[in-house]
């Protein structure tokens, strides 16, 4: 019998980065629509989805300039940080307060 010594989380964490490269892929041969099918699925709960995804949406944003779409993306890239934040050990406290907005990111 073959033992595996990956943890749980690591096969989580290859399987992620499985998919996160894929996603690149398709981002880079500009098939966004399959991209952003892919990204939906899992963007509330992993967070390299989520920063995958706000970067994303923020690209595209900036493209068109729609101030929607820029907080939109905005949104999904601070959703991403809170999701990195909560995977950190609670020693680093990197982002223990609350994200700013973008309405404060744009007034600074």
């Not at 892929?25 to 899992?42: G, R, S, Y």
């Not at 690209?59 to 999701?83: N, P």
Request: aromatic share 8%.
């Amino acid at each position: 019998a073959v033992v595996s010594t990956q943890s749980t989380g690591d096969i989580e964490v290859n399987i992620n980065m499985t998919q996160v490269h894929n996603i690149l892929t398709l981002l880079l041969d500009n098939q966004f629509v399959e991209a952003e099918e892919i990204l939906k699925l899992h963007y509330e709960t992993d967070m390299h989805f989520a920063l995958g995804y706000g970067a994303m949406l923020t690209f595209q944003a900036i493209m068109t300039l729609d101030k929607r779409e820029i907080e939109k993306g905005y949104s999904i890239l601070a959703r991403g940080l809170v999701l990195t934040d909560s995977k950190r050990q609670k020693k680093t406290n990197y982002l223990r307060m609350r994200p700013p907005t973008y309405a404060e990111v744009v007034a600074e």
